[in-house]
């Protein structure tokens, strides 16, 4: 059915009109010499279908070419596969069909025959000629479009190459003039190019350039593996030909020529695992990044972020280890190399934590000093069909991705059995070593215990002692100076008299420092024992009064009690809240120069409300808090120092905790005070009240 | 009325002398032992009005001094008051299971010491 008409066949057969043209092609071996036209075949051995329209073009037109006939176009190209032939020549489309389908990669489409292009016609006996008129009126009725879809789907990839691949007679000559390039590539960069187990290059580039050898009869190839940055040096010394992947930077434009990007990759950050969510560059501000030395990614973060701080690696899989080894915080790179260099390195214990706002964009670049060249490759990478160039990304990408999926699958079962087994291993460890630890302290504690009962024993002891050894020469003290002041042991003069007073102040300010100290170390040490008892508790505030009246007298100052009917008794230690008592009624006396000091004492339903109020030099603000912490006397910014321990308010509240009451102060600067504290009352009832509340 | 007679026992010389000075001053009768053992046995053969006793004595200190006089027949009815320096929790409430009347802090006020044993002369009375 498909016959190109000739002479010899109108003997036999009536031709309809022709319904496809196919251009005739020469296809040689990769490694063999180059058949720019039939004109080279001169000299050669050519294979050729039997019975092919062929055969006897060649004889009449060159007859120096030598003919070997085959039964097939399969055997013929089987033939040059071989070496039997050096070249074949016939219909592109079954050749390129041919070559695909039974896979024989060393050969190559080569120039096109001058000799005009098949036309198929069908043939038919030529005594049938009703029939012939009849598929004529049929083939007509095939519309334009129809033959195209047919086209299409036979022999459409290589009609592209051809019909697009239009170069000028200076390209043309260029190729001549350079059947070899050298390629330059990246041994380690995933899925895009780098160089396998075996040492072979490969990956999408290696794709894209037995497809560019193909389509411009060209021999690129690749050089032996280097790093990238000496890749780029090469190309700018001139031994370096043409990268397949490379991303345009401004650096690079000063040496290279681009084609248009005809892939993009996006640009990640990778950290450790516990690195936060990194969204923004500024969050690696000041942070060590790793970047691959000449690499896109290394030019874009020099000239965008001059303020990170730089650790410049020679390929992806040195970068990630600088994160593993902690040498740097992050590295950035390209999500496919990223993903393929861990799968293959078996690197963990990194995560993409972020995407930067670059991508890898990947040209074709030649040297700038080959225009010619650079116009040849755009014009070849438009002659890819979609198709095509889909496959080829489909294959390495989804290698990729696949393995990425794959691996990343197997990393997160292998990561979560890590970590689960991690996380048991440390839990363990870490319960063993709170066990340990725990043992140690309990230990410690028990240790610490007997040292602290051991201590407070001592502390105790200590204290009975001091008591008593500092009480017994104060005794002495104390009462000769009474015996003497009281003219027991005979007269005295009024010198000697206010000498001794001296003395007696201050043995009863030593006393009371005494006391204070003994109260506070026995309070701390919860040696005070709270005996509670029911009390009249005017009568107490009586005793207090006349016991501190001779005191408010000498300075001239009023002291009197005022205490509301319904006051009675009171369940408490008496002792301690006479103790309350004198202690702010001292200090009313002491910090008051005019006017006097007043104890009233009011039932409250729930508690006795005791304030003593005096009109004295009263309290700022600020210092109102310190009051009642223990050494905390009031620098009232005077000269004057008033004589106490500091500790007389802080004993008081420590007592009134342990009494259920409170204590507070009321008062204003230069307007007197107000110390008022509370007590507990008992619901219950006792009549045993004391004869001698001994205050 | 009768002088009172008052046994104070008493380590400390000073005190003891201090003290033995402003009772005598009030024309009280003192007798002075310097140990417990010595107290006992002034306690029995003088039979004081009014025991006044150290808790901090060497040898056998108040508190037993105290058991035993309250054990005694013979000195069981003196009131016993102590003169000590409350220094830790519990002295009060010890100084009362002893069998002491009373008591007395150390150091002693000059002042009211002598009202103070008058009090509890006046309780004893009182019985």
Known sequence: MDITPAKDREAFFHFTLPYLTIPHVI???????????????????????????NIPYFRKNYPE????????????????????????????????YLIERELIPNLRLMGRMDKPPVVLTVGVRKDWPVLAKLLDRALGAITRDEVRGIHRKWLEA?????????????????????????LGYDPDWPPVEYVDKEGRFVGMSADFMRRLNTIIGIDIKPTKPQSWQTTLQEMKKGSVDILF?????????????????????????????????????????GKKVAVVKGYASHDILKNKHPDLNLLLVD???????????????????????????????????????????????????????????????????????????????KRWISVTYERKFDYQLLWKILLAVILIFSAVF????????????????????????????????????????????????????????????????????????????????????????????LDISKIEAGEVEITKEAFSMPQAVDQVVESLRPLAEQKGLSLYAKIDPDVDLVVSDERRVCQILINLANNAIKFTEKGGVRIACQDRETNIEVRVTDTGIGIRDEDKGKLFKPFQQLDMGTARRYEGTGLGLSVCRRILDLLGGRIWVESQLGEGSTFAFTLPLKSEETNETKEDPGC | MRQKKILVVEDNEQNLYLIT?????????????????????????????????????????GYEVARRLKESRDTQSIPIVAVTSYAMAGDREAVLAAGCEGYIEKPIDPDRFVEQVKGFLRIKNDD
Not at chain 1, 27 to 33: A, C, S, T
Not at chain 1, 67 to 95: F, H, M, P, Q, W
Not at chain 1, 162 to 170: A, M, P, Y
Not at chain 1, 378 to 391: G, P, S
Request: glycine fraction near 6%; proline fraction near 4%.
């Open chain 1, 27 to 53: 296809v040689g071996r990769r490694d063999g010499p180059h058949f720019k036209s039939e004109k080279d075949l001169k000299g050669k051995t050519v294979a050729l279908e039997r019975g092919y329209y």
């Open chain 1, 65 to 96: 070419v030598t003919i070997k006939e085959y039964n097939s176009t399969s055997e013929a190209l089987g033939a040059v596969a071989s070496g039997e032939a050096d070249a074949y020549a016939g219909n592109r489309a079954v050749a390129t």
């Open chain 1, 158 to 182: 290589m009609e592209d190459v051809t019909t697009s691949l239009d170069l000028t007679s200076e390209e043309r000559a260029w190729l001549r003039d350079h059947p070899v390039l050298r």
């Open chain 1, 245 to 285: 992947s490379a991303t345009r930077t401004p650096q690079r434009e000063s040496f290279l020529l681009f084609s248009a990007p005809y892939l993009r990759f996006p640009m990640v950050i990778v950290t450790d695992q516990v690195a936060p969510y990194i969204g923004d560059m500024k969050d690696l501000q």
């Open chain 1, 315 to 393: 390929d992806v899989t040195e970068g990630l280890n600088a994160v593993v080894r902690k040498k740097a915080y992050a590295f950035i790179g390209s999500l496919a190399a990223i993903s393929h260099v861990l799968g293959r390195e078996g690197i963990s214990g990194v995560k993409v934590s972020g995407e930067t706002p670059y991508s890898y964009e990947l040209s074709v670049a030649v040297p700038k000093d080959q225009p010619v060249l650079a116009g040849i490759i755009q014009k070849a990478l438009n002659a890819i069909n979609e198709e095509d160039r889909n496959e080829i990304f």
């Open chain 1, 426 to 517: 440390y839990w363990n460890r870490r319960l063993s070593r709170e066990i340990n630890l725990r043992r140690k302290i309990e230990g410690e504690l028990v240790e610490a215990k007997e040292a602290a009962e051991s201590a407070n024993r001592v502390k105790s002891a200590f204290l009975a002692s001091m008591s008593h050894e500092l009480r017994t020469p104060l005794n002495s003290i104390i009462g000769f100076t009474g015996i003497i002041l009281n003219e027991l042991a005979g007269p005295l003069n009024l010198e000697q008299k206010k000498q001794l007073k001296m003395v007696k102040g201050s043995s009863h300010h030593l006393l009371n420092l005494i006391n204070d100290v």
């Open chain 2, 21 to 61: 000075f402003l009772l005598e001053k009030e024309q009280f009768s003192v007798v002075q032992a310097r140990n417990g053992q010595e107290g006992l046995e002034m306690a029995t053969s003088e039979q004081p009005d009014l025991i006044l006793l150290d808790i901090q004595l060497p040898m056998m200190d």
